[in-house]
């Protein structure tokens, strides 16, 4: 069983910076890809970012490429997404996942079954 345990949210103008950190817990092994989720107001969830086991990202939403970085410290058990250039858009509840199914190269959340319980960030304009 797993927990993942989400820190690191808040608020912030737009063009600012956040990094949020996720902390893992539990047995880690069967852990295939990981994954920073976020649920706007009103809208469903929407798969944000996506690491490997590996290290290596393999996955971002078009909407945040070139501005967020997925990394993991396993040494750590620590998953990371920092976040700049924010804009309004960008308020939700950020979520950190955990699936023991891939691909990693590509986002479904129904393969998801591990969650964290969110972090709340706000970016005002």
């Known amino acids: 069983q797993v927990q993942l345990v989400e820190f690191g949210g808040g608020s912030v103008q737009a063009g600012g910076s956040l990094r949020l950190s996720c902390q893992v817990f539990?047995?880690?092994?069967?852990?295939?890809?990981m994954a920073w989720v976020r649920q706007a107001p009103g809208k469903e969830r929407e798969g944000v970012a996506v690491?490997?086991?590996?290290?290596?990202?393999?996955y971002y939403a078009d909407s945040v490429k070139g501005r967020f970085t997925i990394s993991q410290n396993n040494a750590k058990n620590t998953l990371y997404l920092q976040m700049n250039s924010l804009k309004s858009e960008d308020t939700g509840m950020y979520y950190c996942?955990?699936?023991?199914?891939?691909?990693?190269?590509?986002?479904?959340?129904?393969?998801?079954?591990?969650w964290g319980r969110g972090t709340q960030v706000t970016v005002s304009s």
């Open positions: 996942a955990a699936t023991t199914f891939g691909p990693c190269y590509t986002f479904n959340l129904e393969k998801y079954r591990q």
């Open positions: 539990g047995v880690t092994y069967s852990i295939r890809c």
């Open positions: 690491i490997g086991t590996d290290g290596v990202p393999t």
